[in-house]
């Protein structure tokens, strides 16, 4: 497949300092910024929404990978394709209506992403593949950073790398959760394009981090 891609996870930066903290993602040469959206309901946290979104694309010009963990995501199509969003990626559990949503999503001009939680398997998203731009499998339980990566979610990982081959289709593989320089070259491995990475990356010297995942997936 084609090269990977760093997505820092902005939940995981100063919320009072968007701006500075993009330029700071800016800076680490990475192309993507991993953006969380949590309704308090399909999750039990609430991190931000679309007029956030739209605020931080005034300062912005990196591709903005918006991470939905939302009941009833296609409610919020036309604000973030509004905010200026680049991928949507919405749960295949938070939604009856998985295919509709992903047609609504690339009708509104983002890429559509579909992602599903470590309980679910990868069955429940094979018939919308042909649809999709990227595929998450979390390794986390959604919801909270800082939480221990799951290596089982990895088998999936392989099934989607495969069944893209299979299919010649052409989504991206994204992972997210407990994402860090151990766990990493397991995800590049099983054939995961784009890696997300939250409180590994933010802890201290943001770019020194960057090329520790960079170093990592290349072993
Ligand atoms: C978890 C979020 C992740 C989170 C990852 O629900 O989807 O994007 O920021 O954080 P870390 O890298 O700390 O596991
Ligand atoms: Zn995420």
Redesign the pocket.
């Known amino acids: 497949m084609s090269t990977y891609k760093i997505a820092p ?1 902005i ?2 930066a100063d919320y009072a300092n968007f701006e500075k903290e993009l330029k700071r993602i800016e800076e680490t040469g990475v192309k993507y910024v ?1 953006i ?1 959206i949590m309704d308090g309901q399909f ?1 039990p946290n609430i991190s931000f929404g679309a007029g956030v979104v739209a605020s931080m694309r005034k300062h912005s010009k990196l591709v903005f990978d918006c ?1 939905l ?1 939302v009941v009833n995501p296609e409610r919020y199509v036309d604000d973030f394709a509004q905010a200026g969003a680049d991928i949507m990626t919405i749960h295949a559990e938070a939604t009856t209506h998985v295919h509709g949503a992903l047609q609504k999503i690339k009708a509104a001009g983002m890429k559509a992403g579909v992602v599903i939680n470590p309980g679910t398997p990868l069955g429940a998203i094979e018939p919308v593949l042909n649809l999709v731009d990227q595929v998450l499998i979390m390794t ?1 339980n ?6 221990a990566f799951i290596p089982e979610c990895l088998e999936k990982v392989k099934l989607a790398a495969r069944l893209r081959e299979q299919r010649g289709l052409d989504y991206d593989i994204e992972v ?4 860090d320089n151990k766990t990493i070259s397991a995800c590049a491995q099983a054939g995961a394009d784009v890696f ?5 990356l933010f802890k201290d010297n943001l770019s020194a981090r960057v090329e520790t995942l960079k170093a990592a997936i290349n072993d």
């Open positions: 996870s939940l995981a991993h969380d999750v991470h963990m986390v959604p919801g909270f950073g800082g939480q997210d959760g407990g994402v997300v990475a939250g409180s590994y």
